[in-house]
Nanobody, 126 residues
Framework: VQLQASGGGLMQAGGSLRLSCAVA?????????VAWFRQAPGKDREFVAA????????YYADSVKGRFAISRDNSKNTVYLQMNSLKPEDTAMYYC???????????????????WGQGTQVTVSS
């Protein structure tokens, strides 16, 4: 599986950005879970959102619930992260990740994902 993340940038607090994660590869199937993680300098990588087994539900970290939305375009094999009401604390490198063997209880654990995109930087100014 190959992942290509894009869409990051610089935004003022309160603004919006949409990240994209293009998913490709022969192992792509309906069991694949695609997630977004982020990592700020000096901090651990943290879970942001996931589309579990492509169409079995979406899940969010409490810190982004109500502001971020993960969605997918099946025709383009792409997962999006719509980020609204951005805050300075959302500043981080954002990574998309995928795995085809996760169980629901593991979706927030970055070490469980086998495939990673290259990351896209999101910077939110106050």
């Amino acid at each position: 599986v190959q992942l290509q993340a894009s869409g990051g940038g610089l935004m003022q607090a309160g603004g919006s950005l949409r990240l994209s994660c293009a998913v490709a590869g022969r192992t792509y199937n309906s069991r694949i879970t695609v997630a977004w993680f982020r990592q700020a300098p000096g901090k651990d990588r943290e879970f942001v959102a996931a589309a579990f087994r492509w169409s079995s539900g979406t899940y969010y970290a409490d810190s982004v619930k109500g502001r971020f939305a993960i969605s997918r375009d099946n025709s383009k094999n792409t997962v999006y992260l719509q980020m609204n009401s951005l805050k300075p604390e959302d500043t981080a490198m954002y990574y998309c990740a995928a795995d085809s063997s996760l169980i629901l209880s593991s979706i927030g654990r970055h070490e469980q994902y086998d495939y990673w995109g290259q990351g896209t930087q999101v910077t939110v100014s106050s």
